[in-house]
């Protein structure tokens, strides 16, 4: 069974930042993309970002320029930049690893528990 775990959430004022982790077990067969993603109070789960073995990005239009996802393969973890944080940003943030460069969450594979962010004004 393989454990996704993510760390690095919390509470933080709006404009601020935050840094989320996730620690993968290394090369993971099959699945070698690295994704995050949220889930808002009383919404679905929604995609923030996916990142290849080789750095290739996609990022969702509503969170670019603000949030970055990143991957140091050598240690297997990927992380979640998280700039000029607003309110809106507080959800369920979770890591997962998936089988192709896409945002469409049928293409992950494993996911981490969550780790919660909070952003107030």
């Known amino acids: 069974q393989v454990q996704l775990k993510e760390s690095g959430g919390g509470s933080v004022q709006a404009v601020g930042s935050l840094k989320l982790v996730c620690v993968a077990p290394g090369y993971i067969p099959g699945n070698t993309y690295r994704a995050w993603f949220r889930q808002l109070p009383g919404k679905i789960r929604e995609s923030v970002a996916v990142i290849g073995y080789g750095g290739d990005t996609i990022v969702a239009p509503s969170v670019e320029g603000r949030l970055t996802i990143s991957r140091d393969n050598a240690k297997g973890i990927s992380y979640l930049q998280m700039n000029n944080l607003q309110p809106e940003d507080t959800a369920m943030y979770y890591c997962?690893?998936?089988?192709?460069?896409?945002?469409?969450?049928?293409?992950?594979?494993?996911w981490g528990q969550g780790t919660q962010v909070t952003v107030s004004s």
């Open positions: 997962a690893a998936g089988r192709e460069l896409n945002l469409n969450p049928e293409w992950i594979t494993y």
